[in-house]
C-alpha cells in the first residue's frame, strides 16, 4: 500500500468530468506545464511545478470534443467512476490508498454541498 501523503501519477485513468463519453485510460498532464500529474489519498492533486489543490476545485479536459476545449469540475460520482473504472491504479496503489482517497473526496463533496446549502439559505 502507498502511504497516504505519498503523491502518485495519474495514470491509466479514465476522465472523471460526469457525461464525458471518452473511455480511453489518460496519463493525465498539467496542461500548463506539460507535466504529469499527481495525486495523493488525502484527495489533493499537483504537478511538479503546480500548487497543490484539492481534487474537487480542479478543472479537467480530456481533449474530447464533449469538452469543446472547455475545463469542467467533475463531480464526486464521476471521479469515483473514473478511478473504479482504472483496475491498473487500484492494483498499484492499493485498494486501502484508493479507499482512502475516495472518503477524502466524498469528505470534499460534501463540504462543499453544505457551504452552498448555507449560502442559499
Not at 5 to 12: D, I, M, P, Y
Not at 35 to 57: E, F, H, L, W
Not at 70 to 87: F, I, M, V
Request: glycine share 4%.
Amino acid at each position: 500500500m502507498t502511504d497516504r501523503s505519498a503523491w502518485v501519477k495519474l495514470e491509466r485513468v479514465r476522465c472523471p468530468v460526469n457525461g464525458c463519453p471518452n473511455t480511453e485510460l489518460i496519463n493525465w498532464q498539467c496542461s500548463s506545464h506539460q507535466t504529469p500529474r499527481y495525486v495523493n489519498a488525502m484527495g489533493q492533486t499537483k504537478c511538479d511545478a503546480c500548487v497543490i489543490v484539492r481534487i474537487s476545485d480542479f478543472y479537467w479536459c480530456c481533449g474530447h470534443s464533449f469538452h469543446n476545449g472547455q475545463y469542467h469540475k467533475a463531480d464526486l460520482e464521476g471521479l469515483t467512476l473514473a478511478l473504479s473504472r482504472s483496475p491498473e491504479f487500484t492494483a498499484k496503489h492499493g485498494a486501502q490508498w484508493v479507499a482512502s482517497l475516495v472518503h477524502n473526496l466524498t469528505q470534499q463533496y460534501n463540504n462543499m454541498n453544505a457551504q452552498e446549502s448555507c449560502a442559499t439559505m
